[in-house]
């Protein structure tokens, strides 16, 4: 079955600073990826995605994710944190012939100044 | 500003009842998914529908139906309403190709359900 694990629920970090938040994900076949972020009321905004080449990928805002198919991983990563990157991320795990999206549980990040 | 809009963005509703939650997808888009997003979780997918057949189900019961129509908008039907679905209902539209292959889902506001 499909599962995605964020192991952290929380982050905090300053503005400025560099910025990783780590995913793991279950899947039997090709995985196709995705990052989305919320803010508070609103709906899913898509960062960025992966479906096969460049293991490398960049997206909106800045953000960019790694995919490591030996580690099962997915990370989203920024050099620069903003206050406004300040919301809840959620990655997700969906197959190539899939119909669903599996979700993670998300990290909340926080940016202090 | 995905193009994908829900209506309504608030409802209050009281157990037993029953709810209709609306959607209009991005123009073009053949493809509409259902999640539901309890507080302090990651979104659950519920329902898909192509071309407006049903295609695939989470795990949730028959109570939770679907339509989609050929206007590009969609709706979730919820009947004998609990406690528990008190949640944020999120749709997501998207277009599947020929091969039926996955595709970019683009999520709408949400619509928030609260049940008394």
């Known amino acids: 079955a499909q599962s995605v694990t964020q192991p952290d629920i929380h982050i905090t970090v300053s503005e400025g600073a560099s910025l990783e938040l780590r995913c793991n994900y279950s899947?039997?076949?090709?995985?196709?990826l995705f990052w989305y972020v919320q803010s508070p009321g609103q709906g899913l905004q898509l960062l960025l995605k992966?479906?096969?080449?460049?293991?490398l990928v960049q997206g909106i805002k800045g953000f960019e994710a790694e995919f490591k198919r030996s580690q099962s991983s997915f990370n989203l990563r920024k050099p620069s944190v903003h206050w406004s990157d300040a919301a809840e991320y959620f990655c997700?795990?969906?197959?190539?012939?899939?119909?669903?999206?599996?979700f993670g549980a998300g990290t909340i990040l926080r940016v202090k100044s | 500003e995905t193009g994908v809009t829900q209506s309504p963005t608030h409802l209050i509703k009281t157990r037993g009842q029953q709810v209709t939650l609306r959607c209009s997808s991005q123009?073009?888009?053949?493809?509409v998914s259902w999640y539901q997003q309890a507080l302090g979780q990651g979104p659950q997918f519920i329902f898909q529908?192509?071309?407006?057949?049903?295609?695939g189900r989470g795990n949730f019961p028959p109570r939770f139906s679907g339509l989609q129509f050929p206007n590009y908008s969609s709706e979730l039907n919820v009947n004998a309403l609990e406690l528990d679905d008190s949640a944020l209902y999120l749709c997501?539209?998207?277009?599947?190709?020929?091969?039926?292959?996955?595709?970019?889902?683009?999520f709408g506001p949400g619509t928030r359900l609260l049940v008394l």
């Open positions: 997700a795990v969906g197959g190539e012939y899939g119909n669903k999206l599996v």
């Open positions: 123009s073009g888009h053949n493809t």
């Open positions: 529908y192509y071309r407006e057949e049903e295609n």
């Open positions: 997501a539209s998207s277009l599947k190709g020929i091969g039926l292959l996955a595709e970019t889902q683009y």
């Open positions: 899947y039997g076949a090709t995985p196709y």
């Open positions: 992966y479906f096969s080449g460049d293991t």
